[in-house]
């Protein structure tokens, strides 16, 4: 699962752009480690060294898990029937 604004605000927390950050998140999720990507993959990420990889991992597996969080906790109020409009926001 990638969203764009995960994208952009890695993008923003690592100092690259928004097309390093997807091409990164794609190997990742194929399998690819970070130490392999820094050093076989660098013409794909545009040059992101290690430690933006390494951050970039970790960010997105933060965000991932928090939108999983709040996708949960959204089922559960709306099962009770106390989904507001302002609470889907």
């Excluded at 950050?21 to 290690?50: C, M, Q, S």
């Excluded at 959204?74 to 989904?83: C, P």
Aim: proline share 1%; charged share 30%; glycine share 8%.
């Amino acid at each position: 699962m990638m969203n764009d604004s995960f994208c952009r605000i890695i993008a923003g927390e690592i100092q690259a752009n928004a097309g390093q950050v997807e091409a990164a998140v794609r190997l990742l999720d194929e399998g690819n480690t970070v130490p392999f990507i820094a050093r076989y993959r660098k013409e794909i990420t545009g040059g992101l060294d290690d430690t933006q990889l390494r951050n970039l991992e970790t960010r997105l597996g933060y965000l991932r898990e928090l939108e999983d969080r709040r996708q949960a906790i959204l089922k559960s109020i709306s099962e009770q029937g106390k989904l507001t409009d302002e609470l889907a926001i």
